[in-house]
Nanobody, 126 residues
C-alpha cells in the first residue's frame, strides 16, 4: 500500500500561480507512475497530468498544456504540480494518484489508478 497526502491548495487570483505537493509514504516513490486529477462540484474527476516512475516523460491534458508542470523528487517521495496562469475553470479539488507502471504509454484514465490522496482545494477568483 501507499499513502498519499496532497497539500498546497488555496485561494489565488486568476493569472496567479500555485504549487501543489503530493507526499507519498509506505513505498519507494520511484516504483510507481504518478498523476494529478481534479474534480469540480458536479463534475467527474478528470485527468490533469502524468509522470512516469523514472521521471522525464510526462503527459498533460490539453486544457493545462503550457500552464501546468508535473515533476517529482524521488529522494523526498514527493510529486509536484506547478500551476501557472490559473483560470477560474481550474478551480477544483486536486487529487494525486499512483499505480504500477504501464509499458509504452501514459496512464490518464481515472479507473486505472488504485491509490488516491484526500485532495486539496484550489479556488481561483476572477
Amino acid at each position: 500500500q501507499v499513502q498519499l497526502v496532497e497539500s498546497g491548495g488555496g485561494l489565488v487570483q486568476a493569472g496567479g500561480s500555485l504549487r501543489l505537493s503530493c507526499a507519498a509514504s509506505g513505498r519507494t516513490a520511484s516504483n510507481y507512475d504518478m498523476a494529478w486529477f481534479r474534480q469540480a462540484p458536479g463534475k467527474e474527476r478528470e485527468f490533469v497530468a502524468w509522470i512516469r516512475w523514472s521521471g522525464g516523460i510526462t503527459y498533460y491534458a490539453d486544457s493545462v498544456k503550457g500552464r501546468f508542470t508535473i515533476s517529482r523528487d524521488n529522494a523526498k517521495n514527493t510529486v509536484y504540480l506547478q500551476m501557472n496562469s490559473l483560470k477560474p475553470e481550474d478551480a477544483a479539488v486536486y487529487y494525486c494518484g499512483a499505480r504500477t507502471p504501464v509499458t509504452g504509454r501514459p496512464v490518464y484514465t481515472r479507473s486505472e489508478y488504485d491509490h488516491w490522496g484526500q485532495g486539496t482545494q484550489v479556488t481561483v477568483s476572477s
